[in-house]
């Protein structure tokens, strides 16, 4: 008991402290989590026997986090990727495949040798790329989508590949193998019994069940369970759900990681959605740091170090290969700019799969142990540079001004006095109000998808960025009455705000300010008209409330305008005392006049709630009518 708490404070010793300077420093928590992985076992040698059933243990956290991301995709959804599936991710295995078994039929290996390294190879970090891309919040763009259905697609060529692989060694070897792999239990002995008809209709039974199961069996019995208001039998329910699916697809001899994705596709609709993600959540994080944490230990530095120039020159060799099929596959399927990137260098490693095929090549003695040995070392250190591609795809996204595939701007028709860049979320119901109240508008967006959609409606917008000059000159913004800002990037509204304001100083701008930070950098820049996202709508849930603790409606609507008002004024008086680039907390003119500014703000709201109390309004006799969400 002493040895295992010993051994637990040493990694969560690790974990506190590398984890936190590695994204402190920009690295990001996965490259933390390896670097702490390596001071514990290669550098230090604290690890112990305990690391195999680690490991085992560690893995679980992939398992949970395919869960997680399949409780976000309903199933109309992953039939929509359908086409990636298929088509991007079944051609990246393909012919990443092909071609590290070419090169290493070149290096005068055996042709069953040769197949194994380009099955192991072909697959990628699932792990590591889409704990990155949550991370940076990279997952919804077209570049991490891409990312995912090809990693989706390679958890399922996992599939395949162990059942091809005996077929790769020698008959007397795999006899061999068989012999000393005895099933320890009886339901895995009657599946080895079984012929190869009884092993398939075994599997498609097993899937079946999870389908059914997730439909019939798991809604039923998450009600029972939430009956006794017991949070941790919830948690104890969600876990029971992906042990006891992970445990049943390993038996049959599918991959748990995708036995658990299915499950939490088919549970996507479930009311129970959001309550198994917050119970699940927790123990997915830290158990993907522990796996990274003993991918870091399994560096065998040992081997790397007896031919060092040799082992880092396969390893290039691997991230150039895959970098360069990955490439070309962007540009096929016309990935553009800084999502091609994303793309090509995301998914330029070996995955953590890799390390389950070739334990099973060397069981089934296709591989050599000295060869898996270092076939191991490339692919843990193709996963640890990792981070530093995700590194390098930041500093070329920023230095990618455009891509020479993007299509061309559209050509603007007509010029009307009222200009509209963006039309997101935002933008498109500043014009949806403008249009339908008889005035017409000039839309602009870079989404070509956004502005094709907009089409669809009966809304006429047109394709471009609205920063560029050439664009806005084009749109008429000469002659213009109002601009009207709504881009999603907080430095693009900013520029295109000062930008406006140096060309026509009479414009009318309205700009969409992202927080209060912002509103001053638009108020400096020259914005008319500041209006904070979120502003509002807290105002209404605000009102909302008071009216629900004793207040009326009239008097809850009059101290909200007066709320208003006065926020509006103090927040023009604060941007007269913010300092650029200077953080808020070392401005003492602004700490100063922001604490006399919230308790004016408080005296005069107290004020004129007390006067309506002491002045009670009069009944009308007629209830007003509640108000409605927009």
């Keep these: 008991m002493e040895g295992f708490l010993l051994q637990a404070t040493l990694y969560l010793i690790a974990m506190v402290v590398a984890v936190p300077l590695a994204t402190r420093a920009g690295l990001g928590s996965v490259l933390g989590y390896l670097i702490a992985g390596i001071l514990i076992g290669p550098v230090t040698g604290l690890s112990g026997a305990e690391m195999t059933d680690l490991q085992h243990f560690a893995e679980f956290g992939v398992v949970m986090m ?8 309903e199933p109309r959804a992953l039939w929509a990727m359908r086409d990636k599936l298929i088509g991007l991710g079944g051609l990246q295995v393909v012919l990443t495949m092909a071609a590290v078994t070419l090169v290493s039929l070149s290096l005068k290996m055996n042709l069953q040798t040769a197949l194994a390294l380009g099955m192991v190879f072909s697959l990628s970090s699932t792990a590591i790329v889409l704990q990155t891309l949550n991370e940076k919040r990279l997952m919804q763009t077209a570049g991490g989508r891409s990312a995912f259905s090809v990693l989706l697609t390679q958890d399922i060529a996992v599939i395949p590949m162990l059942a091809l692989m005996p077929l790769l060694a020698l008959p007397g070897a795999r006899a061999l193998a068989k012999a000393e ?24 039974a097993a899937v079946a069940f999870t389908v059914i199961a997730g439909h019939y069996l798991v809604r039923p019995l998450f009600r029972f369970v939430h009956a006794a208001r017991l949070r941790e039998i919830n948690t104890a329910m969600a876990l029971m759900i992906v042990v006891g699916i992970a445990s049943l697809m390993n038996l049959v001899g599918l991959s748990p990681a995708l036995g658990t994705f299915l499950a939490g596709v088919v549970l996507a609709d479930s009311e129970f959605k959001h309550e198994l993600e917050s119970d699940i959540e ?77 334990s099973f090549a060397v069981s089934q003695r296709i591989f050599p142990a000295a060869l898996a040995e270092k076939v191991l070392l490339v692919i843990a250190l193709s996963m640890l540079i990792t981070p530093l591609m995700f590194i390098l795809q930041d500093l070329l996204a920023k230095l990618a001004r455009g891509d020479e595939d993007a299509p061309d701007a559209d050509a603007i028709e007509e010029q009307e006095p009222i200009i509209i ?44 960025d609205p920063t560029r000059p050439d664009l806005l000159a084009a749109a008429g913004i000469a002659k213009a009455q ?114 006399n500014l919230n308790a004016e703000l408080e005296t005069a709201m107290m004020a004129r709630f007390a006067a309506r109390a002491e002045k009670p309004e009069k009944p009308s006799g007629k209830e007003s009518a509640p108000i409605a969400d927009s």
């Design 66 to 73: 395919l869960f997680l991301i399949g409780l976000e995709l």
């Design 421 to 464: 860049a963006g039309v997101g979320r935002f933008g498109q119901v500043v014009n949806r109000l403008v249009t339908m109240s008889g005035f017409k508008t000039t839309v602009l967006d870079a989404d070509l998808k956004t502005i094709q959609l907009m089409r669809t409606f009966g809304f006429k917008g047109y394709f471009g």
């Design 181 to 204: 792999t005895t099933p320890d239990h009886a339901v895995a002995h009657f599946i080895n019994t079984l012929p190869g008809w009884g092993v398939t209709l075994l599997t498609l």
């Design 482 to 595: 109002v601009l009207v800002v709504c881009l999603d990037d907080k430095a693009s509204i900013t520029r295109l705000v000062a930008y406006a304001r140096r060309l026509r100083p009479d414009l009318h701008i309205i700009a969409r300010a992202r927080d209060r930070i912002h509103v001053f950098e638009l108020y400096r820049a020259g914005a008319d008209d500041i209006v904070r996202e979120m502003f509002d709508s807290s105002l209404r849930a605000g009102r909302y409330v008071l009216e629900n603790v004793g207040l009326n409606e009239f008097e809850a609507a009059e101290l909200e305008k007066l709320f208003f008002k006065l926020d509006r004024a103090a927040v023009r008086d604060l941007a007269r005392v913010w300092k650029p680039g200077v953080p808020v907390e070392q401005n003492p003119e602004y700490i100063e006049r922001i604490r």
């Design 282 to 358: 927790p123990f997915k994080g830290l158990l993907m740091g522990l796996f990274f944490i003993t991918v870091g230990i399994g560096i065998n530095f040992a081997v790397f170090f007896e031919a060092p120039f040799q082992v880092m020159g396969l390893v290039l060799l691997l991230v150039g290969l895959k970098a360069g099929i990955l490439f070309g596959l962007a540009r096929l399927f016309r990935i553009r700019g800084k999502d091609r990137w994303l793309f090509t260098l995301g998914l330029a490693q070996a995955g953590e799969f890799g390390f389950v095929l070739v």
